[in-house]
């Protein structure tokens, strides 16, 4: 399957206040675009994540039948695994992991694979992006033992056309080649992030990881220019406010028919506008 088109990037004026919308802080680490790495801990609590079964999904192979997604991610992972007709070929290894089941992993890591290894592959407990129920670890389902840790998950056949479609279903590769700079990871081709549409398409185009896209939205406030994604006359915007240290913010909107805020985990807000928009 060939990757699609990609969308192009342009820049938009700010448009007219409509209304406002409060957000306490505390919702700062909330929504599909929260950074996890180890200098940004998950601060939800467990019991405040939102999850379902993978196995909802009957036409859905797992590892384990007790694997668990965020509901929005696992809804369009299936639809990602519908539009490529991989049920057959991909197998879902691993999802959501409480810091209990994260603390035995790394420490299992540790005595099996030593620490440089567990380093370059591990995220420590508390500091992992599975405790948020929006990272998926896959696999290339072969009929025999797959590695938990680093799956197989090679640039062909339906492996590959995941990877061609994952960003129009919202999935970024979140460990590339070259960014470990960044997110302190080493290459994982198999660990998928779900960060939304039309997000996932610009970091595809801008080549970013999370860390450096989340850092580059903060160019683009209400007030100022915002980022435009222009698909196929199907346009969407967004644009960075940062969060009050002491009580709420109030978040700007303009005119949309359609909205999401999410917190960035660190010290603002993500708003992306859907719709008919005239800019």
């Not at 700062?28 to 467990?46: C, W, Y």
């Not at 989340?214 to 406030?221: G, I, P, R």
Request: with cysteine; glycine share 8%.
């Amino acid at each position: 399957m060939e990757r699609e088109t990609k969308p192009n990037i342009s820049y938009a004026a700010s448009y007219p206040l409509s209304t406002t919308i409060l957000m306490n802080r505390e919702d700062v680490h909330r929504g599909h675009l929260l950074l996890v790495n180890a200098s940004h801990p998950v601060q939800m609590l467990e019991e405040q994540v939102d999850l379902s079964l993978v196995t909802s999904a009957q036409h859905v192979h797992v590892l384990d039948s007790t694997i668990e997604l965020e509901p929005v991610c696992l809804a369009h992972l299936v639809a990602l695994m519908d539009v490529i007709h991989a049920s057959n070929d991909i197998i879902v290894v691993s999802g959501y992991r409480s810091q209990a089941e994260q603390r035995l992993i790394y420490e299992g890591s540790l005595r099996d694979n030593g620490p440089e290894y567990t380093a370059s592959y591990v995220a420590l407990p508390g500091r992992s992006e599975h405790q948020t129920g929006l990272a998926v670890d896959v696999g290339e389902r072969l009929g025999e033992a797959l590695d938990f840790i680093a799956p197989s998950f090679p640039d062909r056949g339906k492996c590959l056309d995941f990877k061609g479609m994952a960003a129009h279903y919202g999935f970024v590769q979140r460990y590339q080649e070259g960014k470990r700079a960044f997110t302190g990871i080493a290459c994982e081709p198999w660990h998928y992030r779900y960060v939304g549409t039309p997000h996932a398409q610009w970091m595809e185009q801008l080549n970013y990881c999370l860390e450096e896209y989340l850092e580059y939205l903060k160019n683009f406030e209400f007030s100022g220019k915002w980022l435009l994604l222009d698909n196929g006359g199907t346009r969407s915007a967004v644009y960075y406010v940062r969060a009050e240290v002491d009580g709420a913010t109030k978040i700007p909107l303009p005119v949309c028919r359609n909205y999401q805020i999410s917190g960035n985990n660190t010290d603002g807000f993500i708003v992306t506008l859907y719709g008919e928009l005239t800019l």
